[in-house]
């Protein structure tokens, strides 16, 4: 069973991460997003999951007005190939989550490991960093070491790095 936004609070509560949730309408996209994010400081994100060749899963969160070159990306996550976008049913099941709530948050039911975290160093720069707390009807703000902590504490250290971008 997938752990619960109920869940995710009290694993960070007892990490002793500090966060804070705005609620709000589900939200599937970015721009949809930005009314509510407007007046908020802090790092906003966009969070992709894919595979690679060899069916490498990776979630990749970055910038949310960063244009991820998605045809380069291989080589700066490790992955072999190219990347494609992963299905509804490889997210459910590895992150228990839905299309539209990706998070690096998600990894918390990924038990397995199998799924690579890869955060964009700019990204990682701003502070709070926000992300959808397993459900796209929220949105929660953690410090980026807060974050890092977080991942560490699932077992999944994770990539941060200079993505390649679009122009």
């Known amino acids: 069973m997938a752990a619960t936004r109920a869940d995710l609070f009290a694993f960070l509560d007892r990490l002793g991460i500090a966060h804070r949730t705005i609620e709000h309408q589900p939200l599937a996209t970015v721009e949809a997003a930005m009314a509510i994010w407007g007046g908020l400081p802090g790092g906003f994100a966009k969070n992709l999951f894919v595979k690679d060749k060899k069916s490498r899963l990776f979630l990749i969160s970055l910038r949310k007005d960063a ?4 045809k380069h990306v291989q080589a700066a996550i490790g992955a072999s190939g190219r990347v494609s976008f ?6 459910m099941q590895h992150l228990g989550i839905l299309p539209g709530s990706v998070t690096p948050f998600g990894v918390i039911n990924d038990t ?12 990682m720069a701003l502070d709070p960093v926000h992300f959808h707390p397993l459900e796209n009807t929220a949105t929660t703000a953690v410090s980026s070491g807060g974050l890092l902590a977080f991942l560490r504490a699932t077992r999944h250290e994770p990539l941060v790095v200079d993505l390649p971008l679009l122009a």
């Open 67 to 70: 244009a991820l070159d998605i």
């Open 112 to 123: 397995e490991g199998a799924v690579t975290v890869v955060l964009e160093k700019a990204l």
């Open 86 to 91: 992963c299905s509804a049913e490889q997210l």
